[in-house]
């Protein structure tokens, strides 16, 4: 499993909702749009191609940011709590 921050800025609110319905079936919603997906190599490709096919490449943009384990036990939040890391990440294996 590979662990990752997936982070967007979608102009279009119709393409902002299903890319959060997207990262939903694949992570844990850590802010508005931000995501933290845990997902096998296969699962990352798979929800890379279907944000590919989503968003206009033009005016959207999507970021994947590698997470490694050390980092992830490090994560702080400033302001209101955040969840331990893998109290509620999804592990999606597709």
């Not at 992570?27 to 096998?40: A, D, N, P, T």
């Not at 490449?57 to 893998?86: C, K, N, W, Y």
């Amino acid at each position: 499993m590979d662990s990752y921050l997936v982070c967007y800025d979608i102009s279009d609110p119709k393409r902002l909702r299903k890319v959060a319905r997207t990262c939903e079936d694949f992570g844990y919603r850590k802010q508005l749009s931000v995501f933290l997906v845990r997902v096998s190599s296969t699962a990352i490709v798979r929800l890379r191609t279907r944000l590919y096919d989503i968003i206009n490449r033009d005016e959207d943009q999507v970021l994947f940011i590698p997470l490694t384990e050390s980092a992830l036990q490090r994560m702080e939040a400033i302001g209101r709590a955040t969840d331990a890391h893998d109290k509620h990440d999804a592990a999606i294996t597709m």
